[in-house]
């Protein structure tokens, strides 16, 4: 992945058309992107590497502080 220019703590990589975006903040990232296989390679990778908690793509759901958003189609909160 390539780390983007105005952001350091924002990577891309690019399939042709498709796009893959993950962005860090503090302990928190969120991935989003046109390449869903792309997407769920990604997950796997950083789930064998790291403790993470995957918190679903589009649904209906709060957060510890009753505040979530939706960014590229996944919950963040």
């Known amino acids: 992945m390539l780390t ?3 952001d350091e703590f924002v990577f ?3 399939f042709g058309v498709d796009t893959i975006l993950l962005m860090v903040y503090v302990d928190d990232i969120v991935i989003t992107g046109s390449d869903y296989v792309g ?3 990604l ?3 950083l789930q064998d590497q790291f403790h993470t908690k995957d918190l679903g793509s589009k ?3 709060r957060s510890t502080t009753d ?3 939706f960014v590229g189609g996944n919950l963040v909160s």
């Open 39 to 41: 997407i769920a390679s």
């Open 4 to 6: 983007c220019n105005s």
């Open 12 to 14: 891309y990589k690019r």
């Open 67 to 69: 505040y979530c958003v």
């Open 43 to 45: 997950k796997s990778i």
């Open 59 to 61: 649904i209906d759901r």
